[in-house]
């Protein structure tokens, strides 16, 4: 196509430009695309949380024969000693199987892979559900899909029990009392505090998921009351969100015992670098709250991870969970995890990537196929995060300062919405009713999504580029590609990068797919992929002009992580962070979202909060604070041999399916057992470099 382009001198031919562009608007916005029909395979049985599970002592206690034989080596105090006062106690009626049978191994492949075992100073240990399970929160949120809505609230969990005070400003959490470390230390308030002050609050300090103070509101304060009760004061009056904020991702406790020892607010000379890197993977049987510890690590290929014998959970006849004795991590790839899963060779896999949705149902399909595959609610999206700073968040160089200053521009956000033919990157992945064109903000499953208040900015390569031209931006050079106004950066092409992960390959597909619609448009987007560590510290440190991103739970369920809906805090968003001076140069309409979002934490009243979201849906999808992609389901494959596997579980929606299956309540029947245990009848023996499982003999 020829492309007509005049050389412009100032800024009176750039408004009649502007004004003849402005006339040429021919597609209205309007609502998305109603997508195309595609049940949920299952449904879940909706329960009270008093249905899942209770806090309280039994009669007796039971566990594995080989674990016995470690109190009778005298390696180990009896199970009675070993577990809390009140164990927390999964109650018979919940468990689609009944209580299970001791034995068998579950078999994770994942994608990601281990920085070491130090979560509080925000090293990943893999993703997939290692991290998930090794890192027990003050609450749980992953099983409410099944809770009813009348119900709906964070489980307990590290906390037991909590009461708020007449004012509604405090909060008294009770901690299970007489649980310990899988290394036998005891776990008390002095945990909770640690992560508090040393983790949180202190500035060099960042755990994994980037949860900080104002993750929790901002003022708040957290104090020990005794060894096993804690007080938050809020200034937002009962703002029982921050429940689901305590949940995974933010509020997960690690060893105090052992991470102090290395901390420098303890150490003296240790550098925050050395804390966060003092527990390598080699460094094993790791202590934790979780059911399994890692006993094993061979780079590139396992973590091998062994029942917990201190774990402080319990089925109603008194027999110590988890049932399964092992847990392995294949470190491959993800698309590896789906084929695996599929052949058998794997045993648990969230179907995510739509390259892979064909052939994991014709598998799944056959007789023979040794795991069940079952399709959820579309709740896996993908955006375009434009980054918002422009006061030094990530240092940007010149050119992508000036990038920054087009991201604020609301015509510019709007040119690469009108210019994005969502259906087509939707097709490009799968056809079939999967994927759905995603305007961005709330997604469909929430109950809390409006589709009135969601604008879409729908195809229309015209209005894109009229919208361009109202940027500010035309193409002087007449070499495809616009350029900046000659006084910014000497009226250069317009380059800008798109960071994303080359972990998956939907994301290099969308990432493909864009750069391409945005050649159309005349933008020249240069991808910045890389592997997803390297991405979420780029992310994290604002080292990006454009991030393109799979999306995060909060726009599923409102409810959890709602400080993350807005740049509430200096650390929160993802588009838009503090710059260096330590504030944020919000746009007016990421102030109004910020003030929903706040007055939706603030208060309790249903209607209130159903308008907040309106207004909350309205404001990001019309002032394009992310730019949505595509929309579509995910279906969790499971193998076929282990039991209690929940009906309905989502692969995300409070959190990945890996919470949501509650895996210490997983077994496998006797007569389906296999022989994949890579450490039999061994447990985590001491803490340290080198060292691994123990037998009890
Ligand atoms: C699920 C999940 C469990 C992180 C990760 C990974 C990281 C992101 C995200 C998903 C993986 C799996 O997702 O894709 O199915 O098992 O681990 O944590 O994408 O790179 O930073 O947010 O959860």
Redesign the pocket.
């Given at each position: 196509m020829k492309r007509h382009t005049f050389a412009l001198g100032g800024a009176g031919l750039m408004l009649g430009i502007s004004l003849i562009a402005a006339q040429a608007q021919t597609v209205a916005p309007t609502t998305p695309p109603a997508p195309p029909q595609f049940d949920a395979q299952q449904t879940p049985t909706f329960v009270g949380i008093a249905d899942i599970l209770e806090f309280k002592a039994l009669p007796e206690y039971h566990e594995p024969d080989y674990v016995r034989a470690f109190v009778d080596a005298g390696k180990l105090p009896p199970v009675a000693e070993r577990l809390p006062k009140e164990p927390l106690v999964y109650k018979t009626g919940n468990m689609p199987d009944g209580t299970g049978v001791y034995g068998d191994v579950i078999r994770h492949v994942i994608g990601?892979r281990p920085e070491g075992w130090n979560y509080s100073a925000g090293q990943t240990q893999g993703?997939?559900?290692i991290?998930?399970g090794l890192s027990e929160c003050l609450t749980r949120t992953g099983p409410l899909f099944q809770v009813k809505a009348e119900e709906l609230a964070p489980l307990p969990n590290l906390a037991k029990s909590w009461e708020w005070s007449e004012d509604g400003h405090e909060l008294t959490m009770h901690l299970i009392e007489g649980a310990k470390w899988s290394d036998g230390d005891p776990f008390d308030a002095e945990d909770i505090m640690f992560y508090w002050n040393d983790v949180l609050i202190d500035p060099q300090v960042t755990p994994l998921n980037g949860a900080s103070p104002e993750t929790f509101g901002e003022g708040t304060t957290l104090e020990q009351v005794d060894a096993y009760t804690i007080k938050w004061t809020f200034k937002e009056v009962r703002p029982t969100q921050y429940l689901y904020s305590m949940a995974y991702g933010n509020f997960c406790p690690g060893p105090s015992h052992i991470l102090k020892a290395e901390h420098p607010a303890y150490k003296d000379g240790a550098t925050y670098d050395q804390f966060k890197n003092a527990f390598p993977p080699e460094y094993l049987n790791m202590p934790t709250m979780g059911g399994w510890a890692p006993v094993e690590y061979r780079a590139d290929d396992i973590i091998v991870l062994r029942r917990n014998p201190y774990y402080w959970k319990v089925d109603e006849n008194g027999n110590q969970l988890p049932y399964l004795d092992e847990m392995q991590y294949r470190l491959s790839t993800?698309a590896d995890r789906d084929v695996q899963a599929v052949a058998g060779s794997g045993d648990l896999s969230?179907l995510?990537q739509p390259e892979s949705f064909v052939e994991a149902l014709r598998r799944s399909a056959e007789d023979s196929a040794p795991a069940r595959l079952a399709f959820g609610a579309r709740t896996i999206s993908y955006s375009i995060y434009p980054n918002l700073s422009a006061n030094g968040w990530g240092e940007p160089d010149a050119r992508g300062q000036a990038v920054r200053e087009l991201n604020r521009n609301l015509d510019f956000r709007k040119a690469i919405s009108y210019a994005l033919d969502r259906q087509s990157l939707g097709e490009a992945l799968v056809r079939g009713p999967f994927t759905s064109p995603y305007a961005g903000g709330l997604m469909v499953p929430t109950s809390y999504y409006d589709d009135a208040s969601t604008v879409y900015y729908p195809y229309s390569l015209e209005d894109a580029k009229a919208l361009l031209e109202q940027a500010g931006l035309v193409d002087t050079d007449g070499n495809g590609f616009v350029n900046f106004p000659a006084d910014v950066q000497g009226g250069a092409d317009v380059e800008i990068t798109m960071l994303s992960?080359i972990?998956y390959q939907t994301d290099k597909s969308l990432a493909e797919g864009v750069i391409a619609q945005m050649e159309r448009l005349g933008l020249r987007v240069i991808s910045q992929s890389q592997a997803?560590n390297q991405r979420?510290a780029n992310e994290q440190a604002g080292k990006f002009d454009w991030t393109l991103r799979r999306n995060?739970s909060e726009l599923i369920t409102v409810v959890q992580n709602t400080q993350n809906l807005a740049p509430t805090g200096p650390q929160i968003s993802r588009g838009h962070r503090a710059g260096t001076d330590g504030t944020q140069d919000l746009l007016p309409f990421e102030q109004e979202m910020v003030d929903t979002v706040n007055a939706f934490v603030g208060t309790a009243d249903p209607a209130e909060r159903i308008e907040l979201m309106k207004t909350y849906q309205h404001l990001f999808t019309e002032n394009v604070y992310g730019i949505g992609l595509t929309q579509y389901p995910g279906a969790l494959i499971i193998n076929k041999r282990f039991a209690n596997v929940p009906a309905g579980t989502p692969?995300l929606q409070f959190n990945?399916a890996?919470d949501g299956l509650i895996r210490e309540r997983l077994y496998v029947p006797e007569d389906a057992q296999t022989t994949n245990e890579l450490h039999p009848d061994t447990l985590p023996g001491a803490p340290g470099k080198g060292n691994g499982p123990i037998a009890s003999n």
């Open positions: 990601g993703w997939g559900g991290d998930i993800w969230n995510e992960t972990d997803g979420d995060d692969i990945w890996e």
